[in-house]
T-cell receptor, first 114, second 111 residues
Framework: DAGVTQSPTHLIKTRGQQVTLRCSPKSGHDTVSWYQQALGQGPQFIFQYYEEEERQRGNFPDRFSGHQFPNYSSELNVNALLLGDSALYLC?????????????FGQGTRLTVV | KQEVTQIPAALSVPEGENLVLNCSFTDSAIYNLQWFRQDPGKGLTSLLLIQSSQREQTSGRLNASLDKSSGRSTLYIAASQPGDSATYLCAVNTGFQKLVFGTGTRLLVSP
């Protein structure tokens, strides 16, 4: 079992550009959540996808959008990048059903906006 | 709004000590609580999951307790080792794995 995999591991973008991050969930999981972790802070919930739709959303602007594919993999898109978007972006997956199942995280994508 | 606080923010101990990390949350309406370990620049590794109906969970040298009514959890690490050096994060599940995290405790165990 490969666990949760994210790509790329690192990338550098220029302010104003757009970026797409990718996540493949753990085998058997169909729910994908995205988090942003600024340096020295705890992760902040961005949104969650289930059955190819956004099920929950945190307090992030519309510049942050996502998608889930039929194979449960997911993308996070950020438009009009700001310097403050520099962070570690984490993807978590969990199995369907009950609201109290365990979340498993990937290794993250380090985004630097210059 | 759920808020999670972790104390202390940083901790430095010599190898072999037993230690306790604290986590508090403001809203007791949680489904479960997870403790994670994070190495610098890396992702999160799940250590222990305590369901809201449980009082504690154990895994090896780690023991986590949960007192939902008082909004508190502790992570106990026995006989600490240099390899335990990392940041420890607690997170409460507010429903369908929407996690609210604390800012973490940065642990350094010296040989």
């Amino acid at each position: 079992d490969a666990g949760v995999t994210q790509s790329p591991t690192h990338l550098i973008k220029t302010r104003g550009q757009q970026v797409t991050l990718r996540c493949s969930p753990k085998s058997g999981h169909d729910t994908v959540s995205w988090y942003q972790q600024a340096l020295g802070q705890g992760p902040q919930f961005i949104f969650q996808y289930y059955e190819e739709e956004e099920r929950q959303r945190g307090n992030f602007p519309d510049r942050f959008s996502g998608h889930q594919f039929p194979n449960y993999s997911s993308e996070l898109n950020v438009n009009a990048l700001l310097l403050g978007d520099s962070a570690l972006y984490l993807c978590a997956s969990s199995p369907t059903g009950a609201p109290n199942t365990e979340a498993f995280f990937g290794q993250g994508t380090r985004l630097t906006v210059v | 709004k759920q808020e999670v606080t972790q104390i202390p923010a940083a901790l430095s101990v010599p190898e072999g000590e037993n230690l306790v990390l604290n986590c508090s949350f403001t809203d007791s309406a949680i489904y479960n609580l997870q403790w994670f370990r994070q190495d610098p620049g890396k992702g999160l590794t799940s250590l222990l999951l305590i369901q809201s109906s449980q009082r504690e969970q154990t895994s090896g040298r780690l023991n986590a307790s949960l007192d939902k009514s008082s909004g508190r959890s502790t992570l106990y690490i026995a006989a600490s080792q240099p390899g335990d050096s990392a940041t420890y994060l607690c997170a409460v599940n507010t429903g369908f794995q929407k996690l609210v995290f604390g800012t973490g405790t940065r642990l350094l165990v010296s040989p």
